[in-house]
């Protein structure tokens, strides 16, 4: 089975630009989640995507958005970059199984965005 | 949110068991304790999850003492490819899991 794919891997824009990333998971997996990773703060959870749907959300400025298709594909959007968004932007999709656990998260090898 | 505090780095060598501490003092009864593994320039890997007591898959254990209130991931005979960073997480989904820093491994031949 596939694992969840990323694209682009990497990418370079300019402050006050916008990107939009793309992420396809694992086939069968319903939940797609992103994440940003930075050397300062860590790996932050953005938000996820149940059914087309945003379930969750973390505490990122609306600058960031996302979307799921039919097909469980979601995608990022980062409107109006700033220097800080520079960052490995993570997928991960999982299952959902209601079990009570946390559901084990697979995820992508990112895609890194560099903000000039 | 339960607060993780693990070590920031670690070193070992190959063949020794490596032990990893996780504090995690106000966890929730609701909460799973969840690690990790991060490679450079990948996403992170799921290795073991548990609530209480002991759990064992085909790569780690996980201990879990009856508080609660800390949890140490052991990985036997570890070798180079282990060098890693490792993420201790608590919570009862996974929206709530705060990744933090973690513990860099660092294992020497």
């Known amino acids: 089975k596939a694992g969840v794919t990323q694209t682009p891997r990497y990418l370079i824009k300019t402050r006050g630009q916008q990107v939009t990333l793309s992420c396809s998971p694992i086939s069968g997996h319903r939940s797609v989640s992103w994440y940003q990773q930075t050397p300062g703060q860590g790996l932050q959870f953005l938000f996820e995507?149940?059914?087309?749907?945003?379930?969750n959300k973390g505490n990122f400025p609306g600058r960031f958005s996302g979307r799921q298709f039919s097909n469980s594909r979601s995608e990022m959007n980062v409107s109006t970059l700033e220097l800080g968004d520079s960052a490995l932007y993570l997928c991960?999709?999982?299952?959902?199984?209601?079990?009570?656990?946390?559901?084990?998260?697979?995820f992508g090898p990112g895609t890194r965005l560099t903000v000039l | 949110l339960a607060k993780t505090t693990q070590p920031i780095s670690m070193d070992s060598y190959e063949g020794q068991e490596v032990n990893i501490t996780c504090s995690h003092n106000?966890?929730?009864?609701?909460?799973?304790i969840t690690w990790y593994q991060q490679f450079p320039s990948q996403g992170p890997r799921f290795i073991i999850q548990?609530?209480?007591t002991k759990v064992t898959n085909e790569v780690a254990s996980l201990f879990i003492p009856a508080d609660r209130k800390s949890s140490t991931l052991s990985l036997p005979r570890v070798s180079l490819s282990d060098t890693a960073v490792y993420y201790c997480l608590v919570g009862d989904s996974f929206q709530k899991l705060v990744f933090g820093t973690g513990t860099r491994l660092l294992v020497s031949p």
């Open positions: 991960a999709s999982s299952l959902v199984w209601a079990s009570g656990s946390p559901d084990e998260q697979f």
């Open positions: 548990g609530y209480k």
């Open positions: 106000n966890i929730a009864t609701n909460d799973y």
């Open positions: 995507y149940f059914s087309e749907t945003q379930r």
